[in-house]
C-alpha cells in the first residue's frame, strides 16, 4: 500500500477514487472547510485536518508517497473571474503552499486536479508555472482534460485537467492517461425519476416569486432531459447527460439541475448530485446539513470514477516498473 496526503480535500472524492484500487491509503486529509469536512468524516476512519493550509507546517504530516490534491480553482475557472495567481482572495497562489509541501516531504507521485480553463489562463502562463514548479522539483509530468461522460462512464458533462506527476523516470514512461469508454449509466441510474420524494424539492403554482412555475411548466417537455432555470428562462441540456455541476447550483435556485417527473418538476436532490460526480450510492450525507451546502459540496467535488481510472492507471505504471526490475 502506497501512502497519500490528501490537501484541498473536500467530501473525499479524490481520495475515494484512490482507495478504491486497494493500492493506496490515504493517512492524511487537510480541509479549511468545516461543512465538507463533517462529511469527509462521516464516510472515512481520518480526522481531518480543518486548518489552512498556510498554518500546516510539513513536520505535523506523517511521510507520504502520493500526494492528492484538487487544489481550489474558482481563480481559473469560467464561473469565476478567472484571475488566477492574481485572485484577491488568494485562491490562485495556494498551488505554492502544495510546493512548499512538495519540496519538504518529496512524495513520489503527485495528482492534481483543477478546471480545464487552467491551461488556457494567461495564455498558458499559469500553467507553465505551475508545470516548470514540479519539473524544478525533480517531477515529470504528464496531464490532460477528461471528461466525466467520455472517461468515467458518468452522464456529467465535466472537464477537468489532471496532472501526474513521478519522481521516477521509468515509472512516468510506463505511465498513460485511460482510454474513453463507451457512456453506459443512464440518467434513471443516478436520478429517481419514478417514486415521490420530499415536497421540497418540487416546484408548485405561487412556490416561488413571479411566473418561475408557469414558465418550467412551458418548458420542460421532456420527462428524460435534464433542464437548469437560468433567472428568466429554463435551459435544456440537449447532450442527454446532466450539465457540469457548479458550487453555486444551490443558491436562491440558479443553476440547479430540473427534472419532469410523474410526481411533478423537481430539483435534483443532493444525493442525486453525489451520484453524478460517481459517488456510491451509500455514500453519507450529514442529516443536519442545508441542501445548500450540500448542493455546492456536491459541485465543488470530482468524478470519482475518472479519478480511479487515473489511479489504476498509477498502479499499472508502478506495477511494471517493479515487475521490470525483478526480471
Known amino acids: 500500500m502506497m501512502k497519500c496526503a490528501s490537501f484541498f480535500a473536500g467530501v473525499g472524492g479524490i481520495d475515494k477514487g484512490f482507495e478504491a484500487t486497494n493500492f493506496f491509503d490515504v493517512i492524511y486529509a487537510n480541509e479549511l472547510d468545516p461543512y465538507p469536512v463533517k462529511t469527509y468524516e462521516l464516510n472515512s476512519k481520518i480526522k481531518v485536518d480543518c486548518r489552512d493550509i ?3 507546517n510539513p513536520s505535523e504530516i506523517p511521510d507520504f508517497d502520493v500526494m492528492l490534491a484538487g487544489f481550489p480553482c474558482q481563480a481559473f475557472s469560467v464561473a469565476g473571474n478567472r484571475q488566477g495567481f492574481d485572485d484577491e482572495k488568494g485562491r490562485g497562489t495556494l498551488f505554492f503552499e502544495l510546493l512548499r509541501i512538495i519540496k519538504d516531504k ?6 492534481l486536479e483543477n478546471v480545464k480553463n487552467l491551461i488556457s489562463h494567461d495564455n498558458g502562463n499559469t500553467f507553465t508555472v505551475i ?3 514540479l519539473k524544478e522539483e525533480g517531477y515529470f509530468i504528464k496531464h490532460s482534460v477528461l471528461n466525466a461522460m467520455e472517461y468515467g462512464n458518468i452522464p456529467q458533462n465535466r472537464e477537468r485537467i489532471y496532472i501526474v506527476g513521478f519522481k521516477d523516470k521509468e515509472t512516468y514512461k510506463n505511465y498513460e492517461f485511460p482510454m474513453p469508454i ?3 449509466t443512464k440518467l434513471k441510474d443516478i436520478i429517481d425519476f419514478e417514486n415521490k420524494i ?3 424539492y418540487y416546484y408548485t403554482p405561487g412556490k416561488y416569486k413571479g411566473d418561475i412555475y408557469e414558465k418550467l411548466l412551458e418548458g420542460m417537455d421532456d420527462p428524460n432531459a435534464i433542464y437548469q432555470w437560468r433567472r428568466k428562462y429554463v435551459r435544456k441540456n440537449k447532450s442527454g447527460v446532466v450539465p ?3 458550487a453555486n447550483q ?3 435556485g440558479h443553476n440547479v439541475c430540473l427534472i419532469k417527473t410523474k410526481n411533478g418538476i423537481r430539483k435534483m436532490t443532493p444525493h442525486e448530485c453525489f451520484n453524478t460526480q460517481g459517488f456510491d450510492k451509500n ?3 450529514p442529516s443536519d446539513m442545508s441542501d445548500a451546502r450540500l448542493y455546492k459540496q456536491a459541485g465543488n467535488s470530482v468524478c470519482v470514477s475518472v479519478i480511479n481510472r487515473i489511479a489504476e492507471g498509477i498502479v499499472d505504471a508502478i506495477d511494471r516498473k517493479s515487475g521490470s526490475a525483478g526480471m
Open 54 to 56: 498556510h498554518d500546516v
Open 106 to 111: 518529496k512524495p513520489s507521485v503527485v495528482f
Open 131 to 133: 508545470v516548470n514548479a
Open 182 to 184: 463507451k457512456l453506459e
Open 198 to 200: 420530499e415536497d421540497k
Open 244 to 246: 457540469t455541476l457548479t
Open 250 to 252: 444551490g443558491e436562491g
Open 283 to 285: 455514500f453519507l450525507l
